[in-house]
C-alpha cells in the first residue's frame, strides 16, 4: 500500500478513536474514575445499530453510499449505549460508596457482563451491516487514495459530532457547567450548579459518543462482541496521549494515535521488520516516548487544571 494510502486510511480509523477517546475522557473528568467498561459500551452502539437498521431498513436514498436508514439507526445506537450507561451508573456506580480504584475494578466486571449479554443474544462469530460494499471513491483513486464513499461518511459523521460537541461545551450553559465541575467539582456544588445532573450529562454524552464510535466501527471493519474491547487500550493511550481529562487532547491524542497504528506498515520500508500486527506496541512506545518529554501528555495544561 502507498504512503497516501495507508495515510487515507489513518484518517479514517483516527475519526473511530477520536470519537471513543472524547467520550472516555470526558467520562473521567466528570465522574472521577477510567471506566473501562467504555469498549463495551462502544460495542453495545453498534450492535443496537445493527438492530435498528434490520428494522429500519434501507430507505429511498443514500447518502454518501449509505442508506439514509444507517444514519436513523445509528441515532438508535447511540440513544442505546447512553441509557445503557446511565442505568449502570445509577444502579451499580452510584450505589457503591468506593474510591476511583474500586469503580475502575467494578467497571471491569460491567465489561465482561456487557459482552456476556451480547454474546448470548447475538453468538460469537462475526457479522456485517446489510450494505454493499462500494468500490474506492474513482477522483480520489487518480492520488493513490483507496477509500470509498463509506469511510467518507465516518470521517464526515465524526467530525461533525466532534463539531457539535465542541459547541456545546464553549457556547451552551450545560457545557460552561460541565467545564465548572471538570475543574472543581466542589466549587461548583457551592456555587449552585446541579452536579448530579451535570454527571448524568456526561455520561449521556460520553456513551452515546462511544455508541457512534462503534457503530462507525462496524461500518469501517464488523462487528463481534469483542470489537469494542480490542480497541479499549488504543482508546486509553490516546487519551493519555493527549492528557487525561482534556477533551481537545482526547481528539489530537486520538488521531495521532490511529495514524501511528496504520502508517506502522511503513517501518517495513526502512529496514525496520514489523508489520501491522505490531501497530498497537508501536502505537504504545510512541506513547511512552512522548510521555517521558511531558508526562502530563501533549494537552497538558488543560489536563492538569482537570477541566474539559
Request: without cysteine; neutral net charge; proline residues 2%.
Given at each position: 500500500m502507498s504512503v497516501i494510502e495507508l495515510a487515507a486510511n489513518g484518517v479514517v480509523y483516527s475519526s473511530i478513536i477520536v470519537l471513543a477517546?472524547?467520550?472516555?475522557?470526558?467520562?473521567?473528568?466528570?465522574?472521577?474514575?477510567?471506566?473501562?467498561?467504555?469498549?463495551?459500551?462502544?460495542?453495545?452502539?453498534?450492535?443496537a445499530t445493527l438492530v435498528a437498521f434490520g428494522l429500519i431498513g434501507g430507505v429511498g436514498f443514500t447518502i454518501l453510499g449509505v442508506p439514509l436508514g444507517f444514519f436513523a439507526a445509528v441515532g438508535v445506537g447511540i440513544a442505546?449505549?447512553?441509557?445503557?450507561?446511565?442505568v449502570t451508573q445509577r444502579m451499580v456506580y452510584d450505589a457503591l460508596d468506593v474510591g476511583s480504584i474500586g469503580l475502575l475494578i467494578t467497571s471491569i466486571g460491567i465489561a465482561f457482563i456487557y459482552r456476556a449479554l451480547i454474546q448470548m443474544g447475538f453468538g460469537a462469530d462475526t457479522v456485517r451491516y446489510?450494505?454493499?460494499?462500494?468500490?474506492?471513491?474513482?477522483?480520489?483513486?487518480?492520488?493513490?487514495?483507496?477509500?470509498?464513499?463509506?469511510?467518507?461518511?465516518?470521517?464526515?459523521?465524526?467530525?461533525?459530532?466532534?463539531?457539535?460537541l465542541h459547541v456545546l461545551l464553549q457556547h451552551t450553559d450545560l457545557g460552561r457547567k460541565m467545564r465548572a465541575m471538570a475543574d472543581n467539582p466542589?466549587?461548583?456544588?457551592?456555587?449552585?450548579?446541579?452536579?448530579?445532573?451535570?454527571?448524568?450529562?456526561?455520561?449521556?454524552?460520553?456513551?452515546?459518543?462511544?455508541?457512534?464510535?462503534?457503530?462507525?466501527?462496524?461500518?469501517?471493519n464488523q462487528l463481534s462482541p469483542r470489537m469494542g474491547f480490542n480497541?479499549?487500550?488504543v482508546v486509553f493511550a490516546a487519551v493519555i496521549l493527549g492528557g487525561i481529562g482534556s477533551v481537545y487532547g482526547a481528539v489530537l491524542g486520538g488521531f495521532l494515535i490511529g495514524m501511528i497504528v496504520e502508517m506502522t506498515p511503513l517501518l517495513s520500508r526502512v529496514g525496520v521488520p514489523i508489520g501491522i500486527e505490531y501497530a498497537e506496541a508501536v502505537a504504545f512506545l510512541i506513547m511512552v516516548a512522548i510521555l517521558l518529554v511531558r508526562p502530563t501528555g501533549i494537552a497538558g495544561d488543560?489536563?492538569?487544571?482537570?477541566g474539559v
Open positions: 477517546s472524547i467520550g472516555l475522557s470526558l467520562i473521567y473528568s466528570i465522574a472521577g474514575f477510567a471506566n473501562f467498561a467504555h469498549g463495551d459500551t462502544m460495542t453495545v452502539g453498534a450492535y442505546a449505549a447512553a441509557v445503557v450507561a446511565v446489510d450494505i454493499p460494499s462500494l468500490r474506492p471513491i474513482e477522483s480520489l483513486q487518480q492520488y493513490g487514495v483507496l477509500i470509498t464513499a463509506h469511510d467518507l461518511a465516518t470521517v464526515l459523521s465524526a467530525a461533525l459530532l466532534v463539531t457539535g466542589d466549587l461548583a456544588r457551592v456555587s449552585g450548579i446541579r452536579t448530579y445532573r451535570v454527571k448524568l450529562w456526561s455520561w449521556v454524552i460520553g456513551a452515546g459518543l462511544a455508541g457512534a464510535g462503534g457503530a462507525f466501527l462496524g461500518l469501517f480497541l479499549l487500550l488543560t489536563a492538569e487544571g482537570g
